[in-house]
């Protein structure tokens, strides 16, 4: 009896890991465009890139990206005139580094028209 317990505890654990993925810390951006501007130049920007839109609400400020192995996070809050925006992105299941996902911020700011 004791070894069924034991047997169960562990194939809990083990469900537990393989559904959540790992915490992954953001990169954060602050966009002098509002938060629906954000959300239509994200969806414009992962979809060229080759992503398909998983969920979220753009409405709410959250859309969630796949591509293959690749899971991106997009997260816009309203901020005066602008807006705040946060990346995570997740590969292979592993949270990316948030200097990994600089280069898609500087990509969404060329989506907005707000590089020099």
Request: proline share 7%; net charge neutral.
């Amino acid at each position: 009896m004791k070894r069924v317990w034991i047997c169960a505890l562990t194939l809990l654990l083990l469900s537990a890991c393989a559904a959540t993925p790992p915490a992954a810390e953001p990169r954060e951006l602050s966009l002098g465009a509002p938060r629906p501007a954000v959300m239509t130049a994200a969806l414009n920007l992962f979809t060229d890139r080759g992503y398909v839109a998983l969920g979220g609400d753009a409405r709410l400020g959250r859309l969630e990206f796949v591509r293959g192995d690749d899971r991106i996070r997009v997260d816009a809050l309203s901020e005066g005139e602008g807006s705040r925006v946060g990346l995570r992105g997740w590969r292979n299941g592993r949270a990316l580094a948030p200097h990994e996902l600089d280069p898609l911020l500087v990509e969404l700011q060329a989506e907005l028209g707000l590089l020099p």
